[in-house]
């Protein structure tokens, strides 16, 4: 079998089974497959290139168009459709031949390709978030995709009889990572939003997405809920799981496409990050964790078609992630790059977020190093709270100090408004400004 006839594969053996559902409508395998074809023929038609890139907002469109492409044996980079402007830049600066950003409208009138068009191996290029850097192009191969699905469709038990519901965007591996476990399985995606009363056994949540998800799902018959991305706070897993949703958490991202570990919250540590999954290998040296896995990428793509690899000569990529194996269990800390020294300290300020974040009346937290002329660097947190000045600060004394001397403790506080900045992406924000709210702080 070719590598990437996938779809072919569940439309020859499961024609009629279910594969997307919308909110209106019921697709087959069948009938994407056929859908699929006709694109892949227009594609020979209409275009020359060999670089396309994706900017569509509508989920069903991205998936025909994404195999469409693979089927064809294309480079594909995948878009961010909520940022035009920004994607349409990174279109041209990585010289895509064609960007695409809805299917044609007179798709039905075309033939499927000929078996000697079908290609062996295409690539898919996704850009990282960009929260600690510049954001990076990493480039996969359809091979390694495939590879990710297979491991983690076992460990999750998502089979030809489940269903996934998409609520991340498929331009990041944490929603295409669905498209090809429901592909690997011959299971069902569902494009709905969140308040869906379409039945389904599997979902994705950031950590944003899951208080609303209980309030329209407050009982459940899930099979899996899988939680990932930043800030997630305990006490907002340990309601989830009190709720009795089965809560799956792991430790991956863009340059292994999704998770290299994995593990139900119901039979381990709340503050475990997965056990290590039998395509992967992990070990941590210096405090940092490196992985090798069959799904790790090819390289970082620059913009003059240069592939750039960063592994060490056993294949392995430092992840730059700080944390700590017990057996094959992993527990994930925080970033290398989100430490800073203070008085010869090592300061990693994750963990003291996420103790502060446990307070109820503290909704955001963030702290980032600031020079300091005796101690080298201290901490200045910015924070999001019902508190007054003086109430936060004796709450974040409370907490840090249970477990950590004074010396952990931010010299600066400062308190600003809801929905002022994006916390998820604002740590290099925070670090530039700190110095214009230290300077007009009252001494």
Not at 224 to 237: F, P, R, S
Not at 245 to 254: A, V
Not at 315 to 331: P, R
Not at 392 to 416: N, Q
Request: aromatic share 10%; charged share 20%.
């Amino acid at each position: 079998m070719k590598i990437a006839d996938l779809l072919e594969k569940q439309a020859l053996n499961q024609p009629d089974s279910l594969f997307i559902q919308t909110s209106t409508r019921k697709y087959s395998y069948l009938d994407v497959y056929h859908l699929v074809l006709r694109y892949s023929s227009y594609i020979h038609r209409h275009y020359q290139g060999k670089t396309f890139g994706l900017l569509m907002e509508d989920p069903f469109e991205c998936i025909v168009s994404f195999l469409a492409l693979i089927r064809c044996g294309k480079r594909v980079f995948l878009f961010n459709h909520k940022n035009v402007n920004l994607s349409r830049h990174y279109a041209e600066i990585y010289h895509c031949d064609v960007l695409l950003d809805s299917l044609p409208k007179d798709l039905d009138s075309h033939d499927g390709p000929s078996e000697s068009s079908l290609c062996n191996e295409s690539e898919i290029c996704i850009f990282t978030s960009g929260t600690t850097a510049d954001p990076k192009c990493v480039l996969h191969r359809y091979s390694q995709a495939i590879a990710h699905a297979k491991v983690s469709t076992k460990t999750l038990d998502f089979t030809s009889l489940s269903s996934w519901l998409l609520l991340l965007p498929l331009f990041h591996v944490s929603g295409l990572g669905i498209l090809f476990r429901v592909l690997f399985s011959g299971g069902t995606i569902v494009l709905d939003d969140i308040s869906t009363s379409m039945n389904f056994t599997h979902v994705s949540l950031v950590a944003s997405q899951l208080s609303r998800f209980m309030s329209y799902h407050p009982t459940s018959s899930l099979d899996c809920l899988l939680l990932g991305g930043a800030k997630l706070q305990h006490k907002d897993i340990q309601e989830a799981l009190s709720a009795g949703l089965p809560i799956y958490m792991g430790y991956g991202m863009t340059e292994t496409f999704s998770h290299v570990s994995l593990t139900s919250l119901q039979s381990s540590s709340i503050d475990c990050s997965g056990q290590c999954l039998s395509h992967s290998l992990i070990k941590v040296i210096d405090g940092e964790i490196r992985v090798k896995s069959d799904s790790l990428f090819s390289g970082y793509l620059s913009p003059k078609g240069d592939l750039i690899s960063p592994l060490d000569d056993d294949g392995f990529f430092n992840t730059h992630d700080l944390g700590t194996l017990k057996g094959s269990q992993l527990f994930v800390s925080g970033r290398a790059d989100h430490m800073f020294i203070s008085n010869g300290e090592n300061i990693s300020v994750e963990s003291l977020e996420q103790l502060v974040l446990e307070d109820k009346h503290i909704q955001e937290f963030v702290i980032v190093p600031v020079e300091d002329s005796l101690r080298g660097h201290v901490g200045c947190a910015f924070s999001v709270t019902s508190y007054s000045e003086e109430e936060l600060s004796f709450a974040v004394r409370k907490k840090i100090l249970r477990f950590y001397s004074s010396l952990y403790l931010p010299k600066y506080l400062f308190i600003i408004h809801q929905h002022e900045y994006d916390f998820a992406n604002s740590r290099d924000y925070f670090q530039q400004i700190s110095s214009d709210y230290i300077e007009k702080k009252p001494q």
